[in-house]
C-alpha cells in the first residue's frame, strides 16, 4: 500500500502535469508488421547513419490459430526477426530476416542498440520448455518453462549477420543457475546505453532468491561492445518493492538515468540516478504514475523523450518530453499517443529521433483483443 506522503506526491505531480501542456503532436499512426499466422511482440529500433531503419522483434506463432484459448510470452519457437525501412517509417520490408533462434527454446524482447561505430548489439534472454514436473531449486520455472537467463548477438555488417551468442556474467552472490547448472546469466528487457566513454553500460534485473520470481536491478559494464560483461553495482533493491525490466540513458552531463518497472508500487515508474559513472546509484525515486516499461531518446533541441506503455484502461501507448538532465520526471505532463487498444497484452514501445524534429514510436499492439502485431506512432515536437 501507498504511504500518504507517496501518494500526495503522487497527486501533487499529475496536478503540475496537467496545468502544462505536452510539445508532442501526433502526425500519424503506421502499420509496421502484421500476419494473423505469428504473435508478434516487444519491439527495438534503430536508425543507421544512411537513414536505414531497423526494428526488430519477437515473433512466435499464434497458438490461438493452433486451438489455444490464448497468448503466452513464453513459447519454444519465438524467435528474434527484424525489418527494415528507408523511408522513416512509412513503409517496411514485408518478410522478416532473422536475427537469431536458440537452440534450447524461446528468445525475448530483442533489444537493440546501435553503437559509435555503427554496430548494433542486441540483448535478449530465453525460456526453455522442459515438458516435466521436476524443477531444481535454483531455477526459475514459469510452468513448464525454465528460465535460462540472459544473451547478447552483435553484428558488425548492418544487421545482415550476427556475431554471438555471448553470455553475460551473473549477479554475483544470488546461486541462481540453469537447468544445465551454469550461473544464471545476467538478463533484462531494456535500453543498453554507450557511455561517452565508450563503454556499454546495461541495467540487468536478477532473482533476489531461487524460485521466488522477486527481483532487483544491477549495473553491468562491457568494455568489449557486449561479448564479455563486469558486475559494478546495486541500482535498485528494496525490500517491500521489485525492479525489473529498465531502460538506461546518459545525460549530455553524463549522469546514468535508469527507468525502471515495478511491482509492489502500483506500476508506479521509478528512477534511479548515477552521477559518478556507474560507480554508485542514488536512492531511487519514485516518478508518481503508473506505466511501463519505458524507452529514452535525444531529441535534436536536448530534450529527452521516454515513451511507456499503458496497460490500465484505456490502454495504450503514453509519453513525455523531459528537460535534458532528466530532471523534471514528476512534472512533464503526459502526451497520449493511443488510447484505443483492445486489452493490456500490448506496449513495450521504442524510440527513435527522425530528422525534422520528428520521432517514430514503434510498439506491439491489438485492437478488439485481435491479432498482436508491430505498430508505430509519428510524433513531432
Avoid at 546495486?234 to 518497472?261: H, M, Q, W
Avoid at 499517443?337 to 514503434?362: E, F, H, N, Q, T
Wanted: hydrophobic share 35%; net charge positive; glycine share 10%.
Amino acid at each position: 500500500m501507498l504511504s500518504r506522503r507517496t501518494f500526495a506526491a503522487g497527486l501533487s505531480a499529475a496536478a503540475a502535469g496537467l496545468a502544462q501542456k505536452s510539445p508532442l503532436t501526433k502526425v500519424q499512426d503506421v502499420m509496421t508488421y502484421s500476419d494473423d499466422k505469428f504473435y508478434s511482440t516487444f519491439p527495438s529500433v534503430v536508425r543507421r547513419k544512411d537513414g536505414e531503419l531497423i526494428l526488430a522483434f519477437r515473433r512466435a506463432p499464434n497458438r490461438r490459430t493452433l486451438g489455444d484459448k490464448g497468448y503466452t510470452h513464453t513459447d519454444s519457437n519465438s524467435y528474434l526477426v527484424l525489418v527494415r525501412s528507408r523511408d522513416n517509417g512509412s513503409a517496411w520490408t514485408k518478410e522478416p530476416e532473422l536475427i537469431y533462434a536458440h537452440p534450447y527454446g524461446g528468445s525475448q524482447d530483442p533489444c537493440m542498440t546501435i553503437l559509435k561505430d555503427g554496430s548494433i548489439v542486441c540483448a535478449s534472454y530465453l525460456w526453455t520448455w522442459t515438458n516435466r514436473d521436476t524443477k531444481t531449486s535454483a531455477t526459475y520455472y514459469a510452468g513448464q518453462f525454465a528460465f535460462q537467463g540472459g544473451y547478447i548477438v552483435r553484428s558488425d555488417d548492418g544487421a545482415k549477420t550476427w556475431k554471438g551468442p555471448f553470455y553475460p556474467a551473473p549477479v554475483p552472490g544470488r546461486g541462481l543457475t540453469t537447468t544445465f547448472g551454469n550461473s544464471l546469466p545476467a538478463y533484462n528487457r531494456g535500453a543498453i546505453c554507450q557511455g561517452k566513454d565508450g563503454l556499454l553500460y546495461w541495467i540487468v534485473a536478477y532473482g533476489k532468491e531461487p524460485m521466488s520470481g522477486k527481483t532487483d536491478v544491477h549495473l553491468m559494464i562491457s568494455s568489449d561492445r557486449g561479448e564479455t560483461w563486469r558486475y559494478s553495482c546495486p541500482t535498485a533493491t528494496d525490500p517491500k518493492v521489485d525492479f525489473n525490466e529498465t531502460s538506461l540513458y546518459e545525460t549530455p552531463k553524463g549522469d546514468l538515468v535508469a527507468f525502471i518497472r515495478t511491482a509492489g508500487l502500483n506500476d508506479h515508474t521509478v528512477i534511479a540516478r548515477s552521477r559518478d559513472g556507474g560507480k554508485s546509484f542514488e536512492p531511487w525515486q519514485d516518478a508518481g504514475w503508473q506505466g511501463h516499461p519505458h524507452h529514452a531518446v535525444r531529441l535534436e533541441d536536448n530534450r529527452v523523450l521516454l515513451v511507456y506503455g499503458y496497460r490500465h484502461e484505456p490502454f495504450g501507448i503514453r509519453a513525455r518530453v523531459l528537460d535534458p538532465e532528466c530532471t523534471d520526471f514528476k512534472t512533464a505532463p503526459e502526451f497520449v499517443i493511443r488510447d484505443d487498444g483492445g486489452g493490456r497484452d500490448l506496449g513495450y514501445p521504442w524510440a527513435v529521433a527522425l530528422p525534422g524534429r520528428k520521432v517514430l514510436v514503434s510498439y506491439y499492439f491489438n485492437l478488439k483483443d485481435g491479432v498482436r502485431h508491430i505498430a508505430g506512432s509519428v510524433l513531432s515536437y
